[in-house]
């Protein structure tokens, strides 16, 4: 695919790694921390998950310290997040698998992270590309649209198109791909009525799917 390298390249220029929360946790890395702020990410801003997860691992930040936590108390620290009921069981699961079947530590394959319930392809793949550096694609809303309105594929769900992504995406664009094209998602090429008249990749993109723009 032809547009592949001067996109990543305009893209890589444009967006600074560093500006989302889980981002900012490669720099000291904490696997547990990462998969929780993973976790209260979900259908939520990012802005949401950083008060959410300051106000948790304030209080706690392992799986013991977690599990022990009133399950009320636990909703109040993370109600910022949204959806934040059905995300405090989560949470007290995942921390209870770890404790009984990991000794308490994050695991560092995408088998064992997809064999706790709660824990899909996506977060899998963020534990392991931010907290071990593993070189795999986290695929969101943003990373699997984006890619198919460029016209670099042609696919129905994520897991496709992180299947089509490794076969042509080259692997020096791995590691910042999902900070680049979430930020990118959000502020310019949106879902409804994306920003193309400010956007610095439109010489590239031929809008595949785009009814409407600004």
């Not at 977690?66 to 620290?77: A, G, H, V």
């Not at 550096?133 to 649209?145: E, M, N, Q, Y």
């Not at 016209?151 to 769900?157: P, V, Y």
């Amino acid at each position: 695919m032809k547009t592949i390298k001067p996109i990543m390249e305009i893209l890589s220029k444009h967006y600074n790694k560093d500006r989302t929360t889980l981002n900012r946790m490669r720099k000291n890395p904490d696997a547990f921390k990462i998969l929780i702020s993973c976790l209260l990410s979900l259908r939520t801003q990012d802005k949401n998950t950083e008060i959410s997860s300051k106000r948790l691992f304030a209080v706690a930040d392992t799986p013991k310290e977690i599990l022990k936590l009133p399950i009320k108390k636990l909703e109040k620290l993370i109600f910022s997040s949204g959806h934040y009921r059905k995300k405090a069981r989560t949470l007290k699961h995942v921390s209870k698998v770890l404790i009984e079947q990991f000794n308490s530590r994050v695991p560092e394959t995408r088998e064992e992270l997809m064999s706790i319930k709660g824990i899909g392809p996506k977060t899998a793949n963020i534990v392991l590309a931010f907290a071990f550096g593993k070189k795999v694609l986290p695929i969101d809303t943003h990373c699997h649209r984006i890619p198919n309105r460029l016209g670099w594929i042609k696919t129905k769900t994520p897991e496709q198109t992180e299947s089509e992504l490794n076969r042509i995406l080259p692997k020096k664009y791995w590691v910042n791909f999902n900070s680049i094209f979430v930020q990118f998602g959000k502020t310019i090429c949106q879902p409804v009525s994306p920003k193309c008249s400010i956007c610095p990749i439109n010489q590239y993109c031929p809008r595949i799917g785009v009814i409407r723009s600004r």
